[in-house]
Nanobody, 124 residues
Framework: QVQLVESGGGLVQAGGSLRLSCAAS????????MAWFRQTPGKEREFVAC????????FYSDSVKGRFTISRDNARNLVTLQMNSLKPEDTAVYFCAGTPRGFRLVDDYEYDYWGQGTQVTVSS
């Protein structure tokens, strides 16, 4: 089993930056591809970014490409999402997720492990 705990959310002005962290427990972490999703009220969870188990491959949604960076540190069981040039439309609850099924999976049903989420609010 893997437990995931997100942190780092908050309120920021448009154009600002935030860094989200996802701390994982459990020995499976190093074998999982990891991702960030986000969700706003009344909408389905939206894929944001993912990273392979080794950290050598990353993939982003078009809406965040060039502004967000996903990374991982397997020695520390940590995944981070650096978010720059934030826009009001980035406002959402952000979730960390893990899957043993492989890299570049953009559907939430492909992920077995989820954190509780952290709120990000970008004011205009």
């Amino acid at each position: 089993q893997v437990q995931l705990v997100e942190s780092g959310g908050g309120l920021v002005q448009a154009g600002g930056s935030l860094r989200l962290s996802c701390a994982a427990s459990g020995r499976l972490f190093g074998s999982l591809a990891m991702a960030w999703f986000r969700q706003t009220p009344g909408k389905e969870r939206e894929f944001v970014a993912c990273i392979s188990w080794s950290g050598q491959q990353t993939f982003y949604s078009d809406s965040v490409k060039g502004r967000f960076t996903i990374s991982r540190d397997n020695a520390r069981n940590l995944v981070t999402l650096q978010m720059n040039s934030l826009k009001p439309e980035d406002t959402a609850v952000y979730f960390c997720a893990g899957t043993p099924r492989g890299f570049r999976l953009v559907d939430d049903y492909e992920y077995d492990y989820w954190g509780q989420g952290t709120q990000v609010t970008v004011s205009s």
